[in-house]
Each structure stands twice: as structure tokens, then as C-alpha cells.
């Protein structure tokens, strides 16, 4: 147990998680989820460094793109509304749904945090009470203080219902994530197996070269490579449109059925405790980000 676990089971035993501020409590859960302490005055890697954009880096902006309702206004503007997944229904209670009236297939889920969605892929076995308590157990809560992600502290929770989405070629759909250095695309980490329970993650360049960025990649062949989508060049692009503001953020798109939707920015991917990059990775990365406080 390192002096950061010590210190977090003490705030924890007196329910000080709400009380201390950021920044005294990013770099207890740094040491927590890393196992070395933080360097603040002279962050180097890139999760030191999404350490110090929670800090300083408050773009007032961030809070409207990471609300998953209010993004939608912002992503019509910039890209169109065809980009996209189609809503059903926002809701301030669960209790407002009306389930008679969805379709037999769809997602609900909740606009301030992660790990809310909930699949219906048949509406008749659908478990409503189950999804009920999940839906308000996350409404309950504030995603803000699990790891002082800022952009999510003033998120007004809401429950939203969005269309079923599936790739009628495959029954499912890949998502690619797009990491984004001062509005410059660097790579995409691309997510398959979702639907077996084994996901891969696999990073690529934007000349489709593999790239072995992740611990996982270790284990890959040499020569390794996949497919490349045809519509990956134009997903760069979105991808570079959207992060041209910010010195760091990860834009998150999907390709269904001969369509990109837009999916997430993710300002802070993994809360900046990824322990599966090589360290080589979290070097590189972090001398990409330039910092600047607003």
C-alpha cells in the first residue's frame, strides 16, 4: 500500500471525497490508480498531463461537449445533423418513459457520466424494474468526484433514449477512437468484439501503419495489420475538425451501415490513469500535448 492509498482510505472512512478540492485529491487518485507520485510543476507524460489539464485547463465549452443532450446541438452545427444516431426521447425521470410507445429495440442511457447505457435488443424480455434502479443509481450521482473530471461537475443529469444501431453486414458495428493533439488527428484505436465480450484495441496512424502504442500490441505478429475502412480518411477529418480547439481530446465516431455518427469527445480518456499504454506511449503522447491554462 503505497502513502496514497493510506491517505485515500482515511478521506474515504470520513466521507472527504466531496469536501477537498481537485487539487489535493488528483494527485492522491493518481498515486492510487498509478503507483508514483504526480508531478505537477513539470508534468511529462501524457497522464501526468491530462492530471494538469484537470487543474488548469477549463475551457467553458467542455462541459456542454461532454453532456451527451447538449453535444448534439454543437456536433449539428459543425458536421450536420445526418452524423448523428438518431434520439427518441429525453427524460428528466425515469418514471417518464413511455415504454409502450419505443420501438422494439433501443438504448437508453444518461448524459453526464460513463457506463449508464443499457442495450434493449427485445423489448418483450426486457427487464424495466432492473434498468429503473441502474438509471437512477447513475442519475444519483455526480460523476465529477470519481476523478475530477471538471467538464462533468455542472452536467444537469438526464436520461436519453436513442435508436438501436447495428451494421446490417456484420450485426454489429466497430467504433474508432481518434486521438487528437492540438487539433491534429495522431491515431485511431480501433475497438471490434464488443458484442463476444472480447474486445481489441489496435492502434493505427493515419497512413494506416499498426502501431504498437498498448500493451495488448506486444502480442500481435509481426507485420501485423487489418482492413482498412473505407470511409477512414473522412473520419480523420471530423475528427481533426472537432479537436481543433483544445490542446487534447479524444473524438469518438462509429461506422454503421455505410454511415460515420459521431459518438463522444473524451477530454480526459481513462481519467488519465491508462496503465495499458506502454511507457514508451505515455511519453510520446505527453510531448505532443502543449499546455496552456484558461
Excluded at 438504448?107 to 424494474?129: A, P, Q
Excluded at 454511415?259 to 463522444?264: M, P, T
Aim: hydrophobic fraction near 35%.
Amino acid at each position: 500500500m503505497n502513502s496514497a492509498d493510506k491517505k485515500l482510505d482515511i478521506i474515504r472512512k470520513f466521507n472527504l471525497e466531496k469536501v477537498l478540492p481537485s487539487r489535493i485529491m488528483v494527485p492522491i487518485y493518481f498515486e492510487h490508480h498509478m503507483n508514483r507520485k504526480l508531478n505537477l510543476k513539470n508534468p511529462r507524460t501524457f497522464n501526468e498531463k491530462l492530471q494538469w489539464l484537470k487543474l488548469y485547463y477549463k475551457n467553458p465549452i467542455m462541459t456542454d461537449l461532454v453532456d451527451k443532450v447538449k453535444v448534439r446541438d454543437y456536433i449539428k452545427k459543425q458536421l450536420g445533423e445526418e452524423y448523428l444516431i438518431p434520439l427518441i426521447g429525453v427524460y428528466d425521470e425515469f418514471r417518464e418513459i413511455n415504454f409502450h410507445k419505443l420501438p422494439n429495440q433501443f438504448v437508453i442511457k444518461c448524459n453526464h457520466d460513463s457506463g449508464s447505457y443499457i442495450l434493449c435488443e427485445d423489448k418483450k424480455t426486457f427487464d424495466i424494474e432492473k434498468a429503473e434502479v441502474k438509471i437512477n443509481q447513475h442519475l444519483s450521482q455526480n460523476y465529477y468526484y470519481y476523478w475530477r473530471e471538471w467538464p462533468y461537475k455542472n452536467v444537469i443529469p438526464k436520461i436519453m433514449i436513442e435508436e438501436y444501431m447495428t451494421d446490417l453486414r456484420a450485426g454489429e458495428f466497430d467504433d474508432y477512437k481518434f486521438m487528437c493533439f492540438s487539433g491534429v488527428a495522431d491515431n485511431v484505436m480501433v475497438c471490434t468484439g464488443r458484442r463476444e465480450g472480447n474486445t481489441k484495441f489496435r492502434f493505427f496512424d493515419k497512413e494506416w501503419n499498426f502501431k504498437r502504442y498498448n500493451i495488448s500490441a506486444l502480442n500481435e505478429p509481426e507485420g501485423y495489420t487489418m482492413a482498412k475502412p473505407e470511409c477512414i480518411d473522412r473520419m480523420f477529418e471530423i475528427a481533426e475538425s472537432l479537436a481543433r480547439d483544445f490542446p487534447c481530446v479524444r473524438v469518438d465516431l462509429y461506422y454503421a451501415n455505410n454511415k460515420i455518427y459521431f459518438g463522444e469527445m473524451t477530454f480526459f480518456p481513462q481519467a488519465g490513469y491508462d496503465l495499458q499504454l506502454l511507457d514508451s506511449t505515455d511519453e510520446m503522447w505527453g510531448d505532443k500535448i502543449v499546455l496552456r491554462k484558461v
